[in-house]
């Protein structure tokens, strides 16, 4: 018979800028072992109450309530009550996290292996050598590849995926009771995601730790969790049993959150949003929306847009003291394909596979170095200066992060009107301005964010200032690099619905780039699906995706985390 780990019981916790409580009357339990899921949006007060657990909250921020924690030799503390001296000893030791974003809670300045000795000796009485020793061997434990030399790299010479291991190794280092782990996996591949999410699994079971797994996505959930808690505005919705939740969800929230992912059957002509259920009436006609499928597809495109011919794109890595390059990694190796006009061609794979090179080579942002890129009968490949620039009219790009693509210092409204100065369109500010609140109502936001700065915006709002930015100069041709990787799955049906939008009034075409599969057959009329720099299979996103001919996209498939509502 399991025991009870960790009792929150009526948390609490407000600011005092807030009108009212970011978590609210949240009582839940986690056993001794158990994997307990936290999902919900960005905002509803899942990573809050996680950081209430292991004192981490901020400073301007109050609480009430019990936490609970239940120590091996019976003795129970409320870990509200402990000083900051007091919680250093239950935190690491006791209570492991594993935090969103592994390269900005890694030191930058110190190598990784030094990282996670510095938690083994800070709550162990080992020495410097014999510390180092313990921390290869968790390198080893976590599928770190080349443990000893990864000892001694610094964060930034790690992949994402390696560094979230990195932060495993370290939450893991003294054998925890509880583990929290923050979105571990968010904007990472989904096969590295999948990878992570089992070795999170195989640990738990190993050493018998508990595991408080926060997510947006209930598929994340799904593969690992044994009870889920559904919060949403600061409360918990909905919770219970993994199985029962996801096959009989019973608020309206957990079935949008459900609903708003992709499907992989059938193409519904808009993806249901969580505004959807949470009017309930409408929630019958947004099941209905989602099995209608599209029947027609692009059959025969009659114009040609873009071709891309032997396209080669290499980096150089290492140069002589007279600045030649004598070493250098191909990112694009001999890449065609061709474009149609009005067509979304999807570019799927993982991390490091040369996606974005290829979508910034295209754009010039990066030089090719062989092969030939042809916009209608405009050689790319040979543009340069002025001529370049204003061909980037009529190609543009929507970046992954709109928060690091936006300038800080500008404000929504000047950010999406300084591409039109800078092609001088319109003939004033005046209509420049009125263009903009008219860009900034077709992306589903108000003409009084004109003037907010970047940081005053959520991420999805960030990208929609992203999206109008693109449009701000009338392309003809958009690409999409990752633009909703890192985006809840809720605000990602949202772009996605609002990018076919635009798609049909405005006859855009896409190149959409991503390393999710579903999403990727969702927007495409045809996908090529990229490895190691090359295209290794292509075709219409439909027979890509029922009938794959290669391991690696097969691969690609497995990993997609697979929820369906009945």
Same mark, same amino acid.
């Given at each position: ?6 009792e929150i ?6 600011f ?24 919900g ?20 921020a ?12 019976g ?37 990784c292996?030094s990282?996670?000795?510095e938690?083994?000796?800070e ?8 510390a180092?020793e313990?921390?290869?061997k ?8 080349r ?6 790299s ?9 560094r979230?291991r ?7 280092a003294?054998k925890?009771?509880l ?11 989904v ?5 992570i999410?089992?070795l ?11 595991v ?15 009870k ?6 600061g ?8 199985l ?14 459900l ?5 992989l ?5 808009? %993806?249901?949003?969580?505004?959807n259920? $949470?009017s /309930? !009436?409408?929630? #019958? ?7 209608? *499928?599209?029947?027609?597809y ?23 003291f ?6 250098e ?9 061709d474009?149609f006009?009005g067509e ?12 974005t090179? %290829?979508?910034r080579s295209?754009?010039? $942002?990066? /030089? !090719?170095?062989? #092969? ?5 009968d405009?050689? *790319? ?25 936006l300038n800080?210092g ?19 500010n ?10 900034l109502?077709k992306?589903? %936001? ?16 960030r ?5 109008a ?18 985006l ?7 772009i996605?619905?609002?990018l ?11 190149l959409?780039?991503?390393h ?15 490895q ?5 299979e292509?075709?219409?996103?439909d027979?890509?995706?029922?009938n794959?001919?290669?391991v690696y996209?097969?691969?690609l498939?497995?990993?997609i ?6």
């Amino acid at each position: 018979m399991k025991t009870s780990l960790v009792e929150i019981q009526d948390l609490t916790i407000s600011f005092k800028s807030s009108g009212s409580p970011a978590v609210q009357d949240v009582s839940f339990t986690i056993e001794r072992g158990q994997t307990v899921g936290i999902v919900g949006e960005s905002g509803s007060g899942k990573t809050l109450t996680a950081l209430a657990i292991i004192g981490l909250m901020p400073p301007s921020a109050e609480s009430s309530g019990k936490i609970l924690f239940h120590k091996q030799n019976g003795d129970i503390v409320n870990l509200r009550e402990l000083k900051n001296n007091q919680i250093l000893g239950i935190r690491g030791k006791h209570i492991g996290m594993i935090f969103q974003e592994p390269m900005s809670s890694l030191n930058p300045a110190m190598r990784c292996g030094s990282q996670v000795s510095e938690i083994i000796m800070e709550h162990s009485n080992l020495s410097a050598r014999e510390a180092k020793e313990k921390v290869i061997k968790l390198f080893e434990e976590v599928k770190l590849p080349r443990p000893e030399e990864l000892f001694r790299s610094y964060p930034h010479q790690l992949s994402g995926g390696q560094r979230q291991r990195v932060m495993i190794a370290m939450a893991i280092a003294c054998k925890p009771d509880l583990l929290i782990a923050d979105e571990p996996t968010t904007a990472l591949d989904v096969t590295v995601q999948k990878i992570i999410l089992n070795l999170l699994k195989t640990l738990s079971r190993k050493y018998q730790i508990s595991v408080l797994l926060i997510s947006h996505d209930l598929g994340v959930i799904a593969n690992i969790a044994d009870k889920v808690l559904v919060m949403y505005q600061g409360k918990i919705v909905e919770q219970g049993k993994t199985l029962t939740l996801i096959s009989r969800p019973q608020h309206p929230y957990t079935q949008g959150l459900l609903a708003c992912r992709p499907p992989l059957s059938g193409k519904p002509h808009r %993806l249901p949003t969580l505004g959807n259920y $949470l009017s /309930r !009436s409408s929630i #019958g006609d947004s099941k209905n929306q989602q099995k209608q *499928v599209i029947q027609e597809y692009m059959q025969e495109p009659s114009e040609l847009l873009l071709r891309v011919s032997g396209l080669t794109t290499s980096f150089s890595l290492k140069r002589n003291f007279l600045g030649k390059t004598i070493k250098e990694m191909t990112a694009v190796k001999d890449v065609s394909f061709d474009l149609f006009a009005g067509e979304t061609l999807g570019l799927v794979g993982e991390s490091g596979c040369g996606k974005t090179s %290829l979508g910034r080579s295209i754009l010039q $942002l990066i /030089r !090719s170095g062989q #092969g030939e890129i042809l916009y209608r009968d405009i050689k *790319v490949h040979e543009l340069s200066g002025t001529s370049l620039r204003k061909f980037r009219k009529n190609l543009q790009i929507i970046f992954q992060d709109p928060y690091s693509s936006l300038n800080p210092g500008l404000t929504a409204g000047a950010a999406i009107m300084e591409p039109m100065i800078v092609h001088g369109l319109h003939s004033s500010n005046k209509q420049r301005k009125q263009k903009v609140y008219e860009l900034l109502e077709k992306v589903a %936001l108000q003409p009084d964010h004109f003037n907010r700065y970047p940081h005053q915006f959520s991420g999805g709002q960030r990208q929609r200032i992203g999206i109008a930015r693109a449009l701000a100069v009338e392309p003809e041709m958009i690409i999409c690099d990752e633009s909703v990787s890192a985006l809840d799955v809720s605000v990602q049906a949202q772009i996605l619905n609002l990018l076919n939008e635009l798609k049909d009034e405005f006859g855009l075409t896409y190149l959409f780039i991503s390393h999710d599969l579903a999403v990727v057959r969702y927007m495409s009329d045809r996908l090529m699906v990229m490895q190691n720099g090359e295209i290794v299979e292509s075709g219409s996103s439909d027979q890509v995706f029922a009938n794959p001919h290669k391991v690696y996209t097969r691969r690609l498939m497995d990993a997609i985390p697979r929820v369906e509502l009945d």
